[in-house]
């Protein structure tokens, strides 16, 4: 197998957090509606859905899926116009299993990276943005086949860039805290090829 081209789709939800409320952020403005301010800082926590496009990946699963929890951290920066740029880091992780001609298959990969986001206001509870995400890919794979007397293994690093846009919309302001946000995103991603060779996983006294 090797580490290829990858379909990514993101459904996440995520808190803005705000580190303290700044002069001229009371809710409750004389005359208007009040519009919850923005908060700086982000967490999401989501589920990344990919499709493999590689043959190598039979394997591990009975489909082109591989799943994946995704926990990303933003700070955001105003430009005091609609545009609004923000950085970050993104963790992945997820696995995959399958029985493959009697032995059981196993695919773990991680995923650590930047985020750089281009965010633009449609109205103040919703945005459009793009992503760029350039990032480091780790990976390890195995099968336990019941007729080899110890496990085949081998791990890969690679290196990995995904490009994503999406929709990100306000479901619920917690005061001048946080506010609650979902997000969905989709976009394509690729991963340096890298082959999987397995090798029997010996003890040091049989090397």
Do not use: C, K
């Not at 846009?165 to 609650?180: E, F």
Request: hydrophobic residues 45%; negative net charge; proline residues 7%.
């Amino acid at each position: 197998m090797t580490t290829a081209d990858r379909l990514p789709f993101v459904v996440a939800l995520f808190a803005a957090l705000a580190p303290g409320v700044a002069r001229g952020e009371s809710p409750f403005a004389l005359g208007a509606i009040a519009t919850p301010p923005v908060h700086p800082w982000e967490l999401a926590l989501g589920l990344r859905t990919a499709s493999f496009h590689d043959a190598g990946y039979q394997p591990f699963a009975d489909t082109q899926e591989f799943q994946q929890l995704a926990v990303t951290a933003m700070r955001s920066f105003s430009t005091g116009g609609r545009f609004r740029p923000a950085v970050g880091l993104v963790l992945e992780n997820g696995g995959s299993d399958d029985d493959a001609r009697g032995a059981r298959a196993h695919l773990s990969l991680a995923r650590f990276a930047v985020a750089i986001d281009g965010r633009y206001e449609l109205v103040p509870a919703a945005y459009l943005f793009v992503r760029a995400s350039p990032g480091l890919l780790h990976g390890q794979a195995s099968l336990d086949d019941p007729s080899a007397p110890v496990p085949l293994a081998t791990r890969l690093d690679a290196l990995s860039l995904d490009g994503s846009g999406g929709l990100a919309v306000r479901l619920v302001s917690l005061g001048t805290r946080a506010t609650v946000w979902a997000l969905g995103e989709g976009g394509y991603g690729w991963a340096s090829r890298r082959p999987l060779e397995l090798e029997p996983q010996l003890g040091a006294a049989d090397r």
